[in-house]
């Protein structure tokens, strides 16, 4: 890059300056990551707008790693967001603003210039398509007292969590032997995510309609766009980024879950996807694909391999039934929006390429079977308990 490039990219880009950071630490920013030397004070040429911070601290001798911390910031143009390592707690916290100020001015001096790391900006158009919908009312809304997103405040999500053998393969992926909690007040902060019923329940209506609001999500879907979104179609698909994020960069078990909520309510709907919703749902394929994308890539680093667990690659896993349900249902429809069409068939050879995925129509009797655990199975309501009900 030209000398003069570069230095235009210094001053009109954000910098993240982290103070103290020991040697060895983790440092990631979106799909980056750094391992910090003995000069590392944070990330320069950052681009406006929403990012992910995230890291986990080391040992003396950089070979085990504590849980990941990360925290979503917004940032503009020629910003300086100020961070000290606080060593008792082994994490970033704010520093006054007097001190904020005053290394502000340093850093727009570049007198950090040379211990500052770039962002990669051919590694921008990664993360716009992990975060292009998130805002920051998203982050505001969602994100936990503190800012901090971790596993190690959800020691109760790791408990409940581990249903389905792929869950229970990717909490012990996550967790193994690094996973620690802390009896303190952390435990408690944890994200606000909207609510999503995995089963319809509605009283007063008959049985065989009870069974068909189970089977197709679109009513469902409706009801949680109107009442927790406001009817804001990329307000909900914000979410399902600002979870995918969580998850992939922080490791965080609950926004998995949640991640795993919204995909499958969206991938559970029959009748919108071809008729009221045509817009929503080709978004919702579109960024479902830059996360498989991405997210199945081998070479993103330690810290970014949720996604990547062998346990994912099983024909068995709720995604592989959900996908197969829907590209069925977009792929043989009689009309069905143009945009919709071409970005299911992308999402389906993604899946097939990169992972070997077959999505060709089976019966039971040939080996489709649901894992008897699996919360995601089909929900058939008994007409006679509803009845009676």
Same mark, same amino acid.
């Given at each position: 890059?030209?000398? +003069?490039?570069?230095?235009e990219?210094?001053?009109?880009?954000?910098?993240f300056?982290?103070?103290?950071?020991? $040697? &060895?630490?983790?440092?990631?920013?979106?799909?980056?990551m750094?391992?910090?030397?003995? *000069?590392?004070k944070?990330?320069?040429?950052i681009?406006?707008g929403i990012? @992910?911070?995230?890291?986990?601290?080391? *040992?003396?001798?950089?070979?085990?790693?504590?849980?990941?911390?990360?925290f979503?910031?917004?940032?503009?143009s020629?910003?300086?967001?100020?961070?000290?390592?606080d060593?008792?707690?082994?994490?970033?916290?704010?520093?006054?603003?007097?001190?904020?100020?005053?290394?502000?001015?340093?850093?727009?001096?570049l007198? @950090?210039? /040379? $211990?500052?790391?770039?962002?990669?900006?051919?590694q921008? !158009?990664?993360?716009?398509?992990?975060? +292009? &919908?998130?805002?920051?009312d998203? %982050?505001?809304?969602?994100?936990?007292?503190g800012?901090?997103?971790?596993?190690?405040?959800?020691?109760?999500?790791?408990?409940?969590?581990?249903?389905?053998?792929?869950?229970?393969?990717?909490a012990?992926h996550l967790? *193994?032997?690094?996973?620690?909690t802390?009896d303190d007040?952390?435990?408690?902060?944890?994200?606000?995510?909207?609510?999503?019923?995995? %089963?319809?329940? $509605?009283?007063?209506?008959?049985?065989?309609?009870?069974?068909?609001? *189970?089977?197709?999500?679109?009513?469902?879907?409706?009801?949680?766009?109107?009442?927790e979104?406001?009817?804001?179609?990329?307000?909900?698909?914000?979410?399902?980024?600002?979870?995918?994020?969580?998850f992939?960069?922080?490791?965080?078990?609950?926004?998995?879950?949640?991640?795993?909520?919204?995909?499958?309510?969206l991938?559970?709907?029959?009748?919108?996807?071809?008729?009221?919703?045509?817009?929503?749902?080709?978004?919702?394929?579109?960024?479902l694909y &830059?996360?498989?994308k991405? !997210? @199945?890539?081998?070479?993103?680093?330690?810290?970014?391999?949720?996604?990547?667990?062998e346990s994912?690659?099983?024909s068995?896993?709720?995604?592989?039934?959900?996908?197969?349900?829907? #590209?069925?249902?977009?792929?043989?429809?009689?009309?069905?929006?143009?945009?919709?069409?071409t970005?299911?068939?992308?999402?389906?050879s993604?899946?097939?390429?990169?992972?070997?995925?077959? #999505?060709?129509?089976?019966?039971?009797?040939?080996? %489709? #079977?649901?894992?008897?655990?699996?919360?995601?199975?089909?929900? %058939?309501?008994?007409?006679?308990?509803?009845?009676? /009900?």
């Amino acid at each position: 890059m030209e000398p +003069n490039t570069a230095l235009e990219l210094v001053k009109k880009g954000a910098t993240f300056l982290a103070l103290d950071v020991p $040697q &060895y630490t983790l440092f990631g920013i979106d799909t980056q990551m750094f391992s910090a030397g003995p *000069n590392f004070k944070g990330i320069k040429m950052i681009p406006p707008g929403i990012h @992910f911070i995230y890291y986990s601290s080391s *040992n003396r001798e950089g070979n085990e790693f504590s849980p990941i911390v990360g925290f979503f910031i917004d940032t503009s143009s020629s910003q300086v967001i100020v961070r000290r390592w606080d060593q008792k707690e082994e994490r970033l916290v704010k520093v006054s603003e007097e001190e904020e100020e005053r290394y502000s001015d340093a850093v727009k001096r570049l007198e @950090f210039d /040379k $211990q500052l790391g770039p962002y990669t900006l051919s590694q921008y !158009g990664d993360w716009t398509h992990l975060s +292009n &919908y998130i805002t920051k009312d998203t %982050v505001d809304r969602l994100e936990p007292i503190g800012g901090k997103i971790t596993i190690a405040c959800e020691s109760d999500v790791v408990e409940m969590f581990s249903k389905t053998s792929m869950e229970k393969s990717l909490a012990e992926h996550l967790t *193994n032997n690094k996973f620690s909690t802390r009896d303190d007040k952390s435990q408690k902060q944890r994200c606000y995510y909207t609510a999503i019923p995995r %089963v319809v329940k $509605q009283k007063g209506i008959s049985g065989e309609d009870l069974t068909s609001l *189970n089977l197709d999500k679109t009513y469902l879907l409706e009801t949680i766009l109107m009442k927790e979104y406001g009817g804001d179609e990329e307000a909900l698909l914000a979410e399902l980024q600002f979870a995918f994020i969580a998850f992939l960069m922080g490791q965080s078990l609950e926004a998995f879950l949640q991640w795993k909520l919204l995909v499958s309510l969206l991938l559970g709907c029959t009748e919108s996807p071809l008729h009221s919703r045509s817009q929503l749902f080709t978004k919702f394929v579109k960024a479902l694909y &830059y996360q498989l994308k991405i !997210g @199945f890539q081998k070479d993103t680093g330690d810290m970014t391999q949720g996604v990547a667990d062998e346990s994912w690659l099983s024909s068995d896993s709720f995604l592989h039934r959900l996908c197969k349900d829907f #590209f069925s249902l977009v792929l043989e429809a009689p009309v069905v929006d143009g945009d919709l069409l071409t970005w299911t068939r992308r999402l389906k050879s993604l899946l097939e390429d990169s992972i070997g995925w077959k #999505f060709q129509e089976d019966s039971a009797a040939d080996g %489709v #079977f649901f894992d008897e655990d699996d919360e995601y199975a089909p929900v %058939v309501e008994n007409l006679d308990d509803a009845m009676s /009900k």
